[in-house]
């Protein structure tokens, strides 16, 4: 069975797709307004221990929509199509996650179809836009600020049930090196040696049934419970999209610092206040989100899915971001020092004046 090849699948693909949509959501709230069904994010199993779980837990709904065709391949069902039961989750620290179902059941060179429908799907993207703004509708005060920014982060898993697999070992060999890396990189075309290579190049697994391939467009889970693989997947590309907000946010705020830090106009020393003021709330807002989306899951238990975490961390680059967000903080906070120092300068020069505005008042009273 070493050398035999997998002639067909069966499972489903998950299209995620992540927005930054409030500063903040109060996830007790929000369940009292999708009371029926409200529910927990990462089940509890025997390989997720007490210790791995969120901070706080996500809240996860179900919406009804009309189901989005993909595209027609030569599959064994006919066109790729959505389930109408759509999965919304909301994390506490304002992000959402809309995520899209599609039953597969073809074989490996024939997915390659569906993963290039799947890239950069505009239908997609437009129909999650639509339920992430319905639920932000329902959700009223308990979100804060609530505002749809930037464009969505899309990620796609293809879940294959072990059960499918007629018995042979999941392994890269098994389902075609070339197939597997087309489907992780959401390409139909031919890819060169270097690039099969490097896409399958660091496969996981948890028990002789398993397989897990992260890659930065896709991943190809072999899983007869993928449920909390999936959570994993989902939660590295919620924090791709907020990294990403938050080191816009920083940018926009190191150029007012910037624009702040050189104004040597009449009426700078009045408008360094509310500058400061500024400044302040900037840091402190990108200091909470980054701790949040940063600390939002702990697997300090559970040594399968910490390897998922860590494998879809490097292929999204998350220490990078992590590391750009961490300096432009630093950054921040070193100019807001700088403005106080300077704020606390024109307090003195002021001060110093009144005093020798004040000696020259009594000495001219004593004259007269």
């Given at each position: 069975?070493?050398?035999?090849?997998?002639?067909?699948?069966?499972?489903?693909?998950?299209?995620?797709?992540?927005?930054?949509?409030?500063?903040?959501?109060?996830?007790?709230?929000?369940?009292?307004?999708?009371?029926?069904?409200?529910?927990?994010?990462?089940?509890?199993?025997?390989?997720?221990?007490?210790?791995?779980?969120?901070?706080?837990?996500?809240?996860?709904?179900?919406?009804?929509?009309?189901?989005?065709?993909?595209?027609?391949?030569?599959?064994?069902?006919?066109?790729w199509r959505t389930e109408t039961?759509?999965?919304?989750?909301?994390?506490?620290?304002?992000?959402?996650?809309?995520?899209?179902?599609?039953?597969?059941?073809?074989?490996?060179?024939?997915?390659?179809?569906?993963?290039?429908?799947?890239?950069?799907?505009?239908?997609?993207?437009?129909?999650?836009?639509?339920?992430?703004?319905?639920?932000?509708?329902?959700?009223?005060?308990?979100?804060?600020?609530?505002?749809?920014?930037?464009?969505?982060?899309?990620?796609?898993?293809?879940?294959?049930?072990?059960?499918?697999?007629?018995?042979?070992?999941?392994?890269?060999?098994?389902?075609?090196?070339?197939?597997?890396?087309?489907?992780?990189?959401?390409?139909?075309?031919?890819?060169?040696?270097?690039?099969?290579?490097?896409a399958t190049a660091n496969t996981?697994?948890?028990?002789?049934?398993?397989?897990?391939?992260?890659?930065?467009?896709?991943?190809?889970?072999?899983?007869?419970?993928?449920?909390?693989?999936?959570?994993?997947?989902?939660?590295?590309?919620?924090?791709?999209?907020?990294?990403?907000?938050?080191?816009?946010?920083?940018?926009?705020?190191?150029?007012?610092?910037?624009?702040?830090?050189?104004?040597?106009?009449?009426?700078?020393?009045?408008?360094?206040?509310?500058?400061?003021?500024?400044?302040?709330?900037?840091?402190?807002?990108?200091?909470?989100?980054?701790?949040?989306?940063?600390?939002?899951?702990?697997?300090?238990?559970?040594?399968?899915?910490?390897?998922?975490?860590?494998?879809?961390?490097?292929?999204?680059?998350?220490?990078?971001?992590?590391?750009?967000?961490?300096?432009?903080?630093?950054?921040?906070?070193?100019?807001?020092?700088?403005?106080?120092?300077?704020?606390?300068?024109?307090?003195?020069?002021?001060?110093?004046?009144?005093?020798?505005?004040?000696?020259?008042?009594?000495?001219?009273?004593?004259?007269?």
């Open positions: 069975m070493q050398n035999a090849t997998i002639a067909n699948l069966a499972g489903e693909c998950r299209a995620f797709f992540a927005f930054e949509a409030a500063f903040a959501i109060d996830l007790a709230r929000a369940a009292a307004r999708f009371p029926a069904s409200a529910r927990e994010a990462l089940p509890q199993s025997r390989r997720v221990p007490a210790d791995a779980d969120f901070s706080q837990k996500p809240l996860r709904i179900v919406v009804e929509r009309a189901p989005i065709v993909i595209e027609h391949a030569p599959s064994l069902i006919g066109a039961a759509v999965e919304v989750t909301l994390y506490d620290f304002g992000a959402v996650s809309v995520s899209f179902r599609i039953p597969i059941e073809a074989s490996p060179a024939q997915l390659r179809t569906l993963a290039a429908g799947l890239w950069n799907n505009a239908a997609l993207a437009t129909a999650a836009r639509a339920c992430v703004e319905e639920v932000l509708a329902t959700l009223g005060d308990a979100a804060t600020r609530p505002e749809l920014r930037g464009v969505p982060e899309d990620y796609i898993v293809f879940v294959v049930d072990p059960a499918s697999t007629g018995g042979v070992a999941p392994s890269v060999a098994a389902f075609g090196a070339e197939n597997l890396a087309a489907l992780v990189q959401l390409e139909d075309q031919p890819l060169s040696a270097e690039e099969i290579a490097d996981l697994a948890y028990g002789q049934h398993d397989l897990v391939l992260v890659d930065w467009a896709a991943a190809f889970v072999v899983d007869a419970s993928p449920a909390a693989t999936l959570a994993v997947l989902e939660l590295a590309n919620v924090q791709l999209v907020e990294l990403k907000h938050l080191d816009s946010e920083l940018d926009r705020g190191l150029d007012q610092v910037w624009a702040m830090a050189n104004d040597r106009s009449l009426f700078s020393r009045f408008r360094l206040r509310a500058n400061l003021r500024k400044l302040t709330e900037l840091e402190l807002e990108g200091a909470a989100l980054f701790d949040g989306v940063t600390n939002a899951l702990k697997l300090f238990g559970d040594a399968s899915l910490a390897r998922v975490q860590r494998a879809a961390g490097r292929r999204f680059r998350i220490e990078d971001w992590e590391k750009s967000i961490a300096r432009k903080l630093e950054t921040l906070g070193s100019v807001t020092e700088r403005l106080e120092s300077r704020q606390s300068q024109y307090r003195s020069e002021l001060l110093e004046w009144i005093i020798i505005a004040l000696i020259a008042f009594e000495i001219v009273r004593t004259f007269l």
